[in-house]
T-cell receptor, first 112, second 113 residues
Framework: DGGITQSPKYLFRKEGQNVTLSCEQN?????MYWYRQDPGQGLRLIYY???????QKGDIAEGYSVSREKKESFPLTVTSAQKNPTAFYLC???????????FGPGTRLTVT | DAKTTQPTSMDCAEGRAANLPCNHS???????VYWYRQIHSQGPQYIIH???NNETNEMASLIITEDRKSSTLILPHATLRDTAVYYC??????????????FGTGTKLQVIP
């Protein structure tokens, strides 16, 4: 089956630890995205990548980092510098910058 | 960025048509209108998109006004599984050629038995 996978579904970390969220797609999409969603709010763009080895900051990139070494993978690292890391994180991909985005199931990160 | 405004919530009786409005009065000529929906604790699901003409697919219909300042998503026969938050967004491509998509808070549609 083609699609986007995010793992794990639930993640717990202690404050001060870096944590990396996985996002893999086998849709052969060029573009990939990371969003954050807080309770009762819409999605906010963290980072996006249009092609391999290239990525751009979104609206709320501070405290996050990404890499795009492979077309199918776009991991997101939540660093200790992110002040409020507890949230629902969503990864998406699209065939091109104009294409509709397909979302993964999300990872719910809780930092205590 | 062009922004969208949607009602916070709506109810619809099961089996009836659900009509979800969206205002995008500052939309630019080359921006598309996209609709997604998100069922609780899942990733958003693409529904439909359009530029000027009305569009229909197996999930829904999209009606865009002639001045493109508003649109309506129509679910012709709502079922309980259509209960979700529906997002109306417009696409922005900045000078660097990268796409930026802004999701608002959407409309929470409750389908009632």
């Amino acid at each position: 089956d083609g699609g986007i996978t995010q793992s794990p579904k639930y993640l717990f970390r202690k404050e001060g630890q870096n944590v990396t969220l996985s996002c893999e797609q086998n849709l052969n999409h060029d573009a990939m995205y990371w969003y954050r969603q807080d309770p009762g709010q819409g999605l906010r763009l963290i980072y996006y990548s249009q092609i391999v080895n290239d990525f751009q900051k979104g609206d709320i990139a501070e405290g996050y980092s990404v890499s795009r070494e492979k077309k199918e993978s776009f991991p997101l690292t939540v660093t200790s510098a992110q002040k409020n890391p507890t949230a629902f994180y969503l990864c998406a991909s699209s065939i091109s910058r104009e294409g509709e985005q397909y979302f993964g199931p999300g990872t719910r990160l809780t930092v205590t | 960025d062009a922004k969208t405004t949607q009602p916070t919530s709506m109810d619809c009786a099961e089996g009836r048509a659900a009509n979800l409005p969206c205002n995008h009065s500052t939309i630019s000529g080359n921006e598309y209108v996209y609709w997604y929906r998100q069922i609780h604790s899942q990733g958003p699901q693409y529904i439909i998109h359009g530029l000027k003409n009305n569009e229909t697919n197996e999930m829904a219909s999209l009606i865009i006004t002639e001045d493109r300042k508003s649109s309506t998503l129509i679910l012709p026969h709502a079922t309980l599984r259509d209960t979700a938050v529906y997002y109306c967004i417009v696409r922005v491509i900045n000078s660097g050629g990268y796409q930026k998509v802004t999701f608002g808070t959407g409309t929470k549609l409750q389908v009632i038995p």
